[in-house]
């Protein structure tokens, strides 16, 4: 798959040294799949190396990744987009799910993935995929409803509000999506994996994560937005928010072109488990 029907940003600051590395750009360059870089202004020149398709910021050292985001939104917008695809820099593997198996695919039935789901249901506000490492048990259902979305999304355009927070802005996104009667929608036959922020240099790490009690400082800014929704924990020997995701049980009405795209993804996931050589 060389052409999408929305446009897709892969954020990045530091990571240009990462030539050998698995990176997110790395999937779609080698699947032929356009994207935009977007990087900060005295970084433009090392990412050119990397990826001729730069969207440069305005400025440098935002400290966060909020402002990058919104620029991305605002561009595809401009170009008459109706949503856009934004993904972080860091993703190192994507893989099919089958019975409780994970095995590698290419990122195209990703990102095809979502643009099915996005016809099959009215009022989405944001779709993408649960990292591996919470795919702790064969999942019963390939799609769930109102939850938490990450790294990998696909974003409608329509959304009357934009990214904000500099901690757990990503949870703040979903809260908002669905806090404004939109949908976020996580697709479960897909998955994907990410280096983990603290191991790869770059980034905003030296800015947001090094900062005494940082855990408690993202977490206690969620609780202040969301007072009757988020709760701080502590878990697994951190302090971490806490989200009852169940309390939002509603579900997105099919549209009117539901079957027809059910029956594409029903063959996209059949067409990636028959690539990864599954073996039942």
């Known amino acids: 798959m060389n052409d999408l029907e929305y446009p897709v940003y892969v954020i990045s600051k530091g990571r240009y040294r990462y030539t050998r590395n698995r990176m997110t750009w790395s999937f779609l360059k080698e699947e032929g799949i356009p994207f935009y870089l977007v990087v900060e202004p005295s970084e433009a020149g090392r990412y050119k ?3 001729d398709n730069l969207l440069v910021l305005p400025e440098d050292n935002y400290g966060f990744s909020t402002p990058a985001r919104n620029f991305a939104w605002e561009h595809s917008i401009k170009m008459g987009y109706k949503a ?8 190192n593997r994507v893989s099919v799910v089958a019975k409780g198996k994970r095995k590698m695919v290419r990122i195209s039935y990703l990102l095809e993935a979502s643009l099915y789901v996005s016809k099959m249901y009215e009022k989405w506000g944001m779709i993408g995929f649960r990292e591996e490492q919470f795919m702790i048990e064969p999942q019963r259902r390939p799609i769930t409803f ?8 696909l974003i409608n355009n329509n959304l009357p509000f934009r990214w904000k927070l500099k901690y757990n802005e990503d949870v703040d996104m979903n809260l908002k999506t669905i806090g404004n009667g939109f949908y976020t929608i996580q697709i479960l036959v897909f998955t994907f994996h990410k280096y983990q922020t603290r191991l790869l240099k770059g980034g905003n790490t030296s800015t947001l994560y090094t900062q005494i009690n940082s855990k408690v400082l993202k977490t206690n800014t969620l609780v202040a937005q969301y007072p009757h929704i988020v ?3 502590n878990k697994f020997g951190r302090f971490h928010h806490e989200i009852d995701w169940k309390k939002f049980y509603s579900k997105p009405i099919k549209s009117d072109k539901y079957e027809e795209f059910r029956e594409k993804l029903v063959k996209l996931y059949k067409d990636a488990i028959r690539e990864a050589g599954y073996v039942f």
């Open 49 to 51: 190396e990397i990826h």
């Open 84 to 91: 856009h695809f934004i993904l972080d820099d860091n993703i």
């Open 231 to 233: 709760r701080g924990k």
């Open 146 to 153: 109102n939850t938490h979305i990450y790294s990998f999304m």
